[in-house]
């Protein structure tokens, strides 16, 4: 299985999806296959792991032990943190295949597609309506990795 993280720019959200090998392998293709803009005209991060920086770097700012209402309440100086609202946190889980069921001993083995959205503004970054230098409407596909670099609600 592999854990592939995602910000779909259009909706502001993070998706976090775990999935078999063979599925992962089919989306990096159909993504090399993908025709390249010219960003000619735009300002700001032009790769994703400038974008990374720019978003979440050292030098950004961004507290990845904070979570993001907290970090949107704190915005304001006279506001208590303590009065943030909860974020939320949405989860699917695709069940897709029973692959072994032992009745005697109660134990059953499934393969699952899992995913997490949740939405962090302090992410958010210019696409190209906006001057920006990636496409509108794409999402950006970062290494598992990356996952423990930002906030992230903990399901497990």
């Known amino acids: 299985l592999h854990k592939v993280l995602h910000f779909n720019q259009d909706t502001r959200q993070f998706d976090l999806e775990i999935m078999p090998t063979s599925v992962l392998k089919a989306i990096v293709v159909s993504l090399l296959s993908l025709p390249l803009r010219a960003a000619s005209s735009c300002y700001g991060p032009r790769t994703p792991g400038q974008l990374r920086k720019h978003l979440w770097g050292s030098d950004s700012g961004y507290e990845k032990g904070t979570r993001?209402?907290?970090?949107?309440?704190?915005?304001?100086?006279?506001?208590n943190p303590g009065?943030?609202?909860?974020?939320?946190?949405?989860?699917?889980?695709?069940?897709?295949?029973?692959?072994?069921?032992?009745?005697?001993?109660?134990?059953?083995?499934?393969?699952?597609?899992?995913?997490?959205?949740?939405?962090?503004?302090?992410?958010?970054?210019?696409?190209?309506?906006?001057?920006?230098?990636?496409?509108?409407?794409?999402?950006?596909?970062?290494?598992?990795?990356?996952?423990?670099?930002?906030?992230?609600?903990?399901?497990?």
């Open 68 to 79: 993001p209402q907290v970090a949107r309440l704190a915005l304001n100086e006279s506001a």
């Open 83 to 156: 009065d943030a609202v909860p974020d939320v946190a949405k989860v699917q889980l695709h069940v897709n295949a029973l692959t072994f069921v032992n009745q005697k001993r109660n134990e059953y083995q499934i393969n699952v597609w899992f995913r997490q959205r949740w939405n962090d503004f302090r992410l958010q970054y210019n696409d190209t309506t906006n001057g920006g230098c990636f496409p509108d409407n794409q999402r950006e596909g970062f290494r598992e990795e990356l996952l423990d670099e930002i906030w992230h609600p903990d399901f497990f």
